[in-house]
C-alpha cells in the first residue's frame, strides 16, 4: 500500500534562521568584542512568528521553562538551540561557547524603567539579542546602545533598532556597559546567554522564576498600565 500523501500542515517548515550574514559580520573590538547585523530571519516566517509568540503579559525577561512553545516560535528556538549559533559566535569572538550552558529568556513588554546602563554579571560570558517586532516607530527610545561608559546614553558605538531580524552579540568584559533609552510598550525580543557552568544556568532560571512570581502576585498585566 502506498504511503499517504504529506500535508501541507504537517510539512516540517523552512529554516528560520539566516545564519550566513551572521557569518559574513564583522565582529568589531571597540569598545569591547561585539556583531551588529540584520536580515538573519527570514521575512516570510514573520506572520508565523508572531502568531505562535507566548501570550506573555508582563513586562522583563521570561525563563523557557514558564512559557508555552510551540509552532515557529518552537521552530525558532530549537535552531537558536542547536550548535551553529555557538559555533560561529565562537569563532567570532574567539571565546569557546560550544560547550557552554546557553539560556533562553523572552520579552514582549519593556517597561519605562527597564533599559538602564548595566553591565553583566561574570556568569555571563556572552549574550545575544534577536528582536522580532514588525516595525519600529520610536525616534531614539528602545534601541540598544552599545556604549563607551557606564554614565553616558548619548556616547555610543553602536545602535540596534529592535526590528524583525536586527541581532546583537557581545562578549562579556568589564567595561561591556549596554542598555536603552527609555521605552514602554511592546518590544519582541530573544535574550540567548552563555553561561559559565549549570550551577550559574540553574541559580539564574531559579531567580528568574522567583522574580515570575513575585510579578505575577504584584504586578498588573502590562496592557492595563498603558
Known amino acids: 500500500m502506498p504511503k499517504p500523501t504529506q500535508t501541507a500542515q504537517h510539512q516540517p517548515l523552512e529554516r528560520l534562521l539566516q545564519l550566513d550574514n551572521l557569518v559574513s559580520a564583522t565582529a568589531k573590538t ?4 561585539h556583531i551588529v547585523t540584520s536580515g538573519l530571519l527570514r521575512k516570510n516566517g514573520a506572520e508565523s512568528l508572531k502568531r505562535d509568540f507566548p501570550e506573555i503579559q508582563k513586562s522583563g525577561y521570561f525563563p523557557l521553562s514558564l512559557l508555552k512553545r510551540q509552532g515557529a ?6 535552531e537558536l538551540e542547536g550548535p551553529e549559533l555557538s559555533a560561529i559566535l565562537t569563532e567570532k569572538f574567539a571565546l569557546e561557547l560550544r560547550d557552554k ?8 513588554w519593556s517597561a519605562i524603567t527597564d533599559g538602564n546602563i548595566h553591565n553583566d554579571g561574570e556568569a555571563k560570558i556572552a549574550t545575544a539579542l534577536l528582536y522580532l517586532n514588525d516595525e519600529w516607530q520610536a525616534a531614539e527610545a528602545g534601541r540598544l546602545r552599545v556604549l563607551r561608559g557606564e554614565k553616558d546614553f548619548s556616547d555610543y558605538a553602536d545602535e540596534v533598532s529592535p526590528i524583525y531580524g536586527n541581532f546583537l552579540a557581545f562578549k562579556r ?4 556597559w549596554h542598555g ?17 557552568s549549570w550551577e550559574d544556568y540553574h541559580r539564574k ?3 528568574g522564576r522567583f522574580s515570575m512570581f513575585l510579578k505575577n502576585l504584584f504586578q498588573k498585566d502590562f496592557k492595563q498600565q498603558m
Open 30 to 33: 571597540e569598545p569591547y568584542p
Open 73 to 78: 516560535f518552537d521552530q525558532l528556538l530549537k
Open 101 to 108: 550552558p546557553q539560556m533562553i529568556t523572552i520579552r514582549k
Open 173 to 176: 568584559t568589564e567595561n561591556s
Open 180 to 196: 536603552h533609552t527609555p521605552f514602554k510598550g511592546e518590544r519582541r525580543v530573544i535574550q540567548i546567554t552563555w553561561l559559565r
Open 205 to 207: 532560571d531559579k531567580r
